[in-house]
């Protein structure tokens, strides 16, 4: 949590059932409730990452299971974040890396 601005914002992919978080405490409680949900069985593999002014966009692989059904889940998820002097100003998430790239201006 250091190394984020003290007014960042969670953005979360359109249509998700999680909502945005505001200020570093609201971030924090944001992870902690998604990293309760898996128990601490959590694993990230980053597959891509790339930095383009001031953003950071990267996909990562994700390997969790379920705190009470026990169920394992895989997905790939695909984040874009924002600097601001030297701190992550904003975490956005992004539903494909297509998206992810043209939010920053590129393409695949």
């Not at 390997?63 to 169920?71: E, Q, T, V, Y």
């Amino acid at each position: 949590m250091e190394d984020w601005a003290d007014d960042i914002e969670v953005v979360p992919t359109p249509g998700s059932l999680t909502s945005a978080a505001s200020g570093r405490e609201a971030v924090g409680e944001f992870f902690g409730d998604w990293f309760r949900a898996f128990g601490g069985g959590v694993h990230f593999e980053v597959t891509e990452i790339r930095a383009v002014g001031d953003a950071v966009i990267l996909e990562a692989r994700h390997h969790a299971k379920g705190r009470s059904s026990g169920i394992e889940v895989a997905d790939n998820l695909f984040y874009e974040y924002r600097l601001q002097g030297g701190k992550i100003k904003r975490i956005i998430f992004h539903e494909s890396w297509p998206k992810a790239l043209e939010a920053v201006g590129l393409s695949e």
